[in-house]
T-cell receptor
Framework: DVKVTQSSRYLVKRTGEKVFLECVQD?????MFWYRQDPGLGLRLIYF???????EKGDIPEGYSVSREKKERFSLILESASTNQTSMYLC??????????FGQGTRLTVV | AQTVTQSQPEMSVQEAETVTLSCTYD???????LFWYKQPPSRQMILVIR??????QNATENRFSVNFQKAAKSFSLKISDSQLGDAAMYFC???????????????FGQGTILTVHP
């Protein structure tokens, strides 16, 4: 089965820090996604990528950027972390015509 | 833009009983997919069931079935013979069937926490 690995399950960062959340997949999936999960709001799409070096904004991109230098790795970057970015972050991948696969999430706390 | 709404923040059911989780959505597209995902405390998102909009027949996966009403834009999940392991957060999700760079984008509802009482 496809494995989607997020680099950390829990992360605590200080306000103003630059934060990198990494997502690695072990299959050749073109599409990768970063979602943010908050109580009462469900999952909301931050950014996605459909190929190496290609990216598109999702519904809530403000305060975030992404990088996809290799097909298997998709990084979410918080340029200057703020307390309102405290949340659960989920990475997902998709092969055309197949189902989506999710990582186990990174719970980020910004203090 | 598509929206998905789950109006039940929490639901509970007795073990072995049946429970129905509600979901409504809004879209101007005619071809799309609808999903129910389960997220247990481990946080791993698990696909429970999938429905193609062009299919009139409701999808079924063992104890899980859906009631898909395309005209009403309603997509409810029925869990029969509930088990303790069904306790989780359940998300309804929409995905367009259109190809293109945004292929695979999922729009999620707010989630419903299901508690199963022994």
């Amino acid at each position: 089965d496809v494995k989607v690995t997020q680099s950390s399950r829990y992360l605590v960062k200080r306000t103003g820090e630059k934060v990198f959340l990494e997502c690695v997949q072990d299959m050749d999936h073109e599409n990768m996604f970063w979602y943010r999960q908050d109580p009462g709001l469900g999952l909301r799409l931050i950014y996605f990528s459909y190929d190496v070096k290609m990216k598109e904004k999702g519904d809530i991109p403000e305060g975030y950027s992404v990088s996809r230098e290799k097909k298997e790795r998709f990084s979410l970057i918080l340029e200057s972390a703020s307390t309102n970015q405290t949340s659960m972050y989920l990475c997902a991948t998709l092969l055309m015509g197949k189902k989506a696969f999710f990582g186990q999430g990174t719970r980020l706390t910004v203090v | 833009a598509q929206t998905v709404t789950q109006s039940q923040p929490e639901m509970s059911v007795q073990e072995a009983e049946t429970v129905t989780l509600s979901c409504t959505y809004d879209t101007s597209e005619s071809d799309y997919y609808l999903f129910w995902y389960k997220q247990p405390p481990s946080r791993q998102m698990i696909l429970v069931i999938r429905q193609e909009a062009y299919k009139q027949q409701n999808a079924t996966e063992n104890r899980f079935s859906v009631n898909f009403q395309k005209a009403a834009k309603s997509f409810s999940l029925k869990i029969s013979d509930s088990q303790l392991g069904d306790a989780a957060m359940y998300f309804c999700a929409y995905r367009s069937a259109r190809s293109g760079t945004s292929y695979g984008k999922l729009t999620f509802g707010q989630g419903t926490i299901l508690t199963v009482h022994p």
